[in-house]
């Protein structure tokens, strides 16, 4: 209840100050898409603004949190008051009338209608009920919300995947807001989704600006969503719709600023570009193309004049930026020296490889558009492509493994997962050519087509910047998802007005993508979710037999879930846990229990001989030999390994008890001299039974998930202090 309370304060006073501030005409009458975007963007800015002012004093709290939500909400009523209590009554009723009459006058416009809408049916029943169970989100996106809420501020904090620290924290801060609350997961897929209503308002506004007919722009929304990665990542914690979202709305409200010489509109504009900026590396890499794009519209509409609402535009955004981007940044720079983060996180995810590289790059994701998610076709022209990619690499004179730090394996993917996805069937039968086309279809005399033409190499430009920003990794193909969104206004061009055998064909997919595989997405398959709901006692213990599964078609339970059900819950609350994580384990699960009265602390493996043990009931091992990418020393030269290498290559460690390696990047170990310039990316851990056992502790309980034929399994130990009575 409390959370429905800050959220309905949250959206009162931002409805309100979005009214105050957003554009009307001479009827005193809001107007445009301003409003509905000040709208979100202001509770955005909020929430973000709230929570960081919380955290610079350790105060985060659901007392604090609504405390300020009152202050802003009384704000925003005596302004709005003092203002003429203006009020934003959207034409909803008009735009669907002007919607309705489109699809009568096309048929295959009216059936996509119909499976979109049956989409957004699927997305909503997913989105309320479905648990965050993805790998990435219960290691990272949701974790860290978990480990700032119970430590009441944003600091960093103790943990084996880096990704916790060094990344940007925006959208985490959303999560936060939830579990500050509720204490538990319910609903955040829905910010994914607000993002998604985001990206369609702000194409449909933009083609609505350059004069597109209404046919065109319903075209190129139905097919935007029709993408196999946009549907899977509607209900997922990926934060690549979203990202799209806040940049669409920074472009948009731009092109109107233009139009109207409004100033305001110019500052939630840059709003919008820094809080994705404060959400995730995308939008940052994708700002040079964004800033092009807008440059050329200004000198379109503003001739000599161009650089006046550009130099306002970035005086703004480095304002923004700063109060409501910067925080994770300035943590980076205090921890680590750098506002990027770690040593290792740079080493691992930075370019690398020269000019060949970023050219290898730049072709290996252009080929990526090329994806089958959904459909078995990779199965028989997917070696075909790959050898075509391999094929000009090698003409080339470019080493097929150059700047590669995640590798695709050699595979077309043809899955519908959140982290894999690409464009689908789609990407190849409808944007590839939309794309090539747009770059071409520029005419002096044509605006709407030189604006299709703008998007077009604004998303070329983004592929660029992407190649000689980071390595290149298999799992960018998210990022390109987001650069999708971002141009798709450039579809309107692919829009087909009778209705032939490639608009028939076009359709078949499109409503398969809608009506098919939207029910049966990995990991989300419906007919999986309804077996479990049948055979559960209630929707929340349905909840967690989803979230634990250890595969698809949710059977078994994960080490963790195990660990939580089978034996912390039978010790008495107060109890204390110590726990030495891998950087691939799902801490999230055990994390959140320090909300139920567990007292649960995350511990280094490379920092075990120096901790105190004597407060601890418990300690809890989960692997044999530990993977940790956040290790404790900044900087390779800092580090002082305890093993020595022969001329053989054998490894002798100095304590067989406890001892970490540490790897390099090209799988090699730091030996205490660096070569090449190589740099430590992670540390392996190995922690004895005796090393415990000579702290007081008694080996208590095992499990072991190895022979599971998983991945990342556990083999998960329990010390119990002697002292310990229960």
């Given at each position: 209840m409390l959370f429905f309370i800050s959220l309905i304060m949250v959206f009162l006073s931002s409805y309100m100050t979005g009214c105050i501030a957003a554009p009307k005409n001479k009827d005193n009458k809001l107007y445009g898409p301003a409003p509905f975007l000040y709208i979100l963007l202001t509770m955005f800015a909020q929430v973000v603004l709230t929570f960081e002012a919380l955290s610079l004093f350790k105060a985060i709290n659901e007392v604090n949190v609504l405390l300020i939500n009152v202050v802003f909400l009384i704000t925003s009523v005596v302004m709005w008051l003092k203002k003429g209590k203006p009020v934003y009554q959207p034409a909803i009723k008009q735009k669907i009338g002007e919607i309705w009459k489109a699809l009568k006058r096309d048929k295959i416009l009216m059936i996509m209608a119909f499976g979109f809408c049956f989409l957004m049916l699927t997305v909503i029943v997913l989105d309320a009920f479905f648990p965050v169970m993805d790998g990435d989100a219960l290691t990272y996106h949701l974790n860290r919300s978990s480990y700032w809420l119970h430590q009441s501020s944003l600091n960093h904090f103790v943990i084996s995947d880096d990704r916790n620290l060094v990344m940007p924290i925006n959208s985490e801060i959303l999560y936060l807001w939830n579990l500050l609350f509720l204490r538990n997961d319910v609903g955040l897929y829905f910010i994914s989704f607000v993002g998604y209503i985001a990206s369609i308002f702000c194409v449909y506004n933009i083609l609505e600006y350059f004069k597109f007919t209404r046919r065109r722009i319903l075209w190129s929304i139905f097919i935007l969503t029709s993408f196999a990665s946009?549907?899977?990542?509607?209900?997922?914690?990926?934060?690549?719709?979203?990202?799209?979202?806040?940049?669409?709305?920074?472009?948009?409200?731009?092109?109107?600023?233009?139009?109207?010489?409004?100033?305001?509109?110019?500052?939630?504009?840059?709003?919008?570009?820094?809080?994705?900026?404060?959400?995730?590396?995308?939008?940052?890499?994708?700002?040079?193309?964004?800033?092009m794009l807008m440059t050329y519209f200004s000198?379109?509409?503003?001739?000599?004049?161009?650089?006046?609402?550009?130099?306002?535009?970035?005086?703004?955004?480095?304002?923004?930026?700063?109060?409501?981007?910067?925080?994770?940044?300035?943590?980076?720079?205090?921890?680590?020296?750098?506002?990027?983060?770690?040593?290792?996180?740079?080493?691992?995810?930075?370019?690398?490889?020269?000019?060949?590289?970023?050219?290898?790059?730049?072709?290996?994701?252009?080929?990526?558009?090329?994806?089958?998610?959904?459909?078995?076709?990779?199965?028989?022209?997917?070696?075909?492509?790959?050898?075509?990619?391999?094929?000009?690499?090698?003409?080339?004179?470019?080493?097929?493994?150059?700047?590669?730090?995640?590798?695709?394996?050699?595979?077309?993917?043809?899955?519908?997962?959140?982290?894999?996805?690409?464009?689908?069937?789609?990407?190849?039968?409808?944007?590839?050519?939309?794309?090539?086309?747009?770059?071409?279809?520029?005419?002096?005399?044509?605006?709407?087509?030189?604006?299709?033409?703008?998007?077009?190499?604004?998303?070329?430009?983004?592929?660029?910047?992407?190649?000689?920003?980071?390595?290149?990794?298999?799992?960018?193909?998210?990022?390109?998802?987001?650069?999708?969104?971002?141009?798709?206004?450039?579809?309107?061009?692919?829009y087909i007005r009778k209705t032939n055998f490639l608009k028939f064909l076009i359709l078949l997919f499109v409503m398969y993508y809608f009506l098919i595989l939207s029910l049966n997405i990995e990991g989300r398959s419906f007919k999986d979710t309804f077996n479990i709901l049948r055979t559960s006692r209630t929707i929340s213990q349905a909840r967690e037999d989803i979230r634990c599964s250890i595969s698809v078609g949710f059977h078994g339970k994960n080490s963790y879930c195990l660990i939580r059900d089978n034996f912390i819950a039978q010790l008495p609350k107060g109890t204390k846990i110590a726990i030495f994580p891998d950087s691939v384990d799902k801490t999230y699960i055990l994390d959140i229990l320090n909300s139920r009265g567990y007292i649960i602390t995350t511990l280094l493996p490379e920092n075990a001989p120096d901790y105190n043990y004597d407060g601890y009931d418990y300690v809890i091992t989960t692997k044999k030999e530990y993977t940790i990418s956040s290790y404790l020393k900044n900087k390779t030269k800092d580090i002082k390994p305890n093993y020595t290498i022969d001329s053989n290559g054998h490894i002798h460690v100095k304590n067989g008890d406890f001892y970490c390696l540490y790897e390099t990047h090209n799988h090699g170990f730091y030996t205490g001299t660096i070569k090449d310039n190589e740099q430590v990316i992670n540390s392996q851990c190995y922690i004895s039974e005796g090393f415990f056992e000579n702290r007081g502790f008694n080996l208590y309980r095992v499990y072991d998930f190895q022979n599971t034929g998983l991945r990342y399994q556990n083999f998960v130990r329990i010390y119990k202090n002697a002292s310990t009575k229960n």
């Open positions: 946009v549907i899977v990542e509607l209900s997922s914690l990926e934060t690549d719709v979203l990202i799209a979202g806040l940049v669409l709305s920074s472009v948009t409200l731009f092109l109107y600023a233009l139009k109207e010489r409004k100033t305001g509109m110019l500052f939630y504009s840059s709003l919008a570009y820094a809080l994705a900026m404060g959400t995730k590396s995308p939008a940052v890499i994708a700002f040079p193309a964004a800033f000198y379109r509409e503003t001739k000599k004049e161009f650089y006046k609402p550009l130099m306002a535009y970035m005086l703004f955004l480095i304002v923004n930026f700063i109060i409501f981007s910067s925080y994770n940044y300035v943590l980076n720079f205090i921890d680590f020296g750098n506002p990027l983060g770690s040593e290792s996180a740079r080493a691992v995810h930075g370019f690398r490889g020269g000019i060949k590289a970023f050219i290898a790059n730049y072709i290996k994701y252009i080929f990526m558009i090329f994806d089958f998610s959904g459909f078995k076709y990779s199965e028989y022209v997917g070696n075909y492509i790959i050898q075509a990619r391999e094929s000009l690499l090698t003409f080339l004179n470019i080493p097929l493994d150059l700047g590669v730090e995640m590798p695709d394996g050699n595979e077309i993917n043809n899955y519908m997962y959140s982290t894999k996805s690409g464009l689908g069937i789609l990407g190849c039968m409808v944007f590839i050519p939309a794309l090539i086309i747009s770059l071409f279809a520029g005419t002096k005399r044509n605006k709407k087509l030189n604006a299709l033409c703008a998007f077009g190499w604004m998303f070329l430009i983004n592929l660029a910047c992407l190649s000689f920003s980071i390595a290149y990794m298999v799992f960018s193909v998210r990022f390109l998802t987001s650069f999708v969104i971002i141009a798709s206004p450039l579809l309107a061009i692919s």
